[in-house]
């Protein structure tokens, strides 16, 4: 009787699963589709996310977890994924180790642009507040944001699947 009961919930819970997996697809263009397939053959999609006029594929070819970025009309706009910060180029390894010494890297994301080529988003973090900085691969910052550290607070869930490579 135990084993019924046990079969049974295991086999509602994954009905579950799967019926709030499928109410969370996104139905993305056709145009959309198809550019992502000439970019990226023999990839596995994880999920589609769409973001402002924008969609992003987040899935796996080779090792670990990217991000594509497409407009509405399927014009590929370029791939991101977390890093390390070992693969993070010297310089700008060097310039975050001097310029913000009293901050710690949590998240670091490279993103390589069709226009705008390769550049690194970073979030840093000690006891008081957080930075989000955009930087070059020679380490100069182009953009920065910083935010007040609330106590308790929980980062955001990136979309290359919480995975640094």
Known sequence: MKKILFSSSVLIYCLLIAITSNAQMTDVPADVQKAFDEHFKNATIARWAPIQDSYVACFTQGQGYKDAYFTNEGEFKGVGRYISTDLLPISAQEKINSNYSN???????????????????????????????????????????KNKVKDGAKMSEPLAANSKH
């Open 103 to 145: 901050y710690e890297v949590t998240e670091l994301y490279q993103f390589e642009g069709v226009e705008s080529g390769i550049s690194f988003f970073a979030v840093l973090k000690n006891a008081k507040n957080e930075l989000t900085l955009k930087i070059d691969a020679v380490g100069d910052v182009s953009y920065s944001k």
